[in-house]
Nanobody, 127 residues
């Protein structure tokens, strides 16, 4: 049974930063690409960043390039999302997800390619 647990969310002022860890259970974390998705009220869930199973390839949606950084520590079974220069448009629930297929060198941005999800962590950005 795979479990993903996000943390690190909270209320932050515009311009601030947060680091979101995603801790994974199980022994196969290092074999799977990981992604971070966000979902704002009334909007679809969107991939903001993803990282290949080796950590060597990353993807970012255009709106977060230069501000968000995804990384992973396979020894700790943890993925991270560093988010800087937050704006009110970044207010959302952030979810981490694990791809269903192993050894993906091209991390997918499609929610349906991810078989495991965390419960989400709320990020609220105030003016």
């Amino acid at each position: 049974q795979v479990q993903l647990v996000e943390s690190g969310g909270g209320l932050v002022q515009a311009g601030g930063s947060l680091r979101l860890p995603c801790a994974a259970s199980g022994r196969t974390f290092s074999s799977y690409a990981m992604g971070w998705f966000c979902q704002a009220p009334g909007k679809d869930r969107e991939c903001v960043a993803a990282v290949s199973w080796t950590g060597g390839r990353t993807y970012y949606v255009d709106s977060v390039k230069g501000r968000f950084t995804i990384s992973r520590d396979n020894a700790k079974n943890t993925a991270y999302l560093q988010i800087n220069s937050l704006g009110t448009e970044n207010t959302a629930v952030y979810y981490c997800a694990k791809e269903s297929s192993r050894y993906s060198n091209h991390p997918s941005q499609a929610p349906e390619d991810n078989g495991y999800w965390g419960q989400g962590t709320q990020v609220t950005v105030s003016q």
